[in-house]
């Protein structure tokens, strides 16, 4: 796992990214950095989306019924997204929503 993941930290797709849905899972377009991403699962794609609902990283991953390999697949996944600024940390401001 990147360092820079925290799982008792809330995440959330960052606002300046598109997902376009693909027959593969998505692409991720951000529009700050022009970034291009490739999201290779359509669960992960579900997952990104709905990152920002949980309280933290950890209980996404929980909540989302994954094996540990699944999970450690999706860290991996996740660290890069973050290194690219597709994902970000939720801003306190955001969590009361």
């Known amino acids: ?3 820079d993941l925290d799982l ?5 797709l960052n ?5 376009r849905p693909e027959p593969f899972g998505a692409l991720a377009y951000h529009f ?8 290779k699962a359509p669960e992960l794609v579900t997952f990104v ?4 609902e949980h309280a933290s990283l ?3 991953l929980d909540a989302g019924g994954l094996t ?15 290194a690219t600024d597709m994902i970000v940390e939720k801003e306190r401001d955001d969590r009361d929503r």
């Open 1 to 3: 796992m990147a360092p």
């Open 8 to 12: 008792d930290k809330p995440y959330r």
């Open 15 to 19: 606002p300046s990214v598109a997902l």
């Open 32 to 39: 700050g950095n022009r970034k291009l991403s490739f999201l």
């Open 49 to 52: 989306r709905t990152l920002g």
């Open 58 to 60: 950890g209980e996404a």
């Open 68 to 82: 540990d390999r699944t999970k450690q697949s999706y860290l991996r996944a996740l660290a890069s997204l973050a």
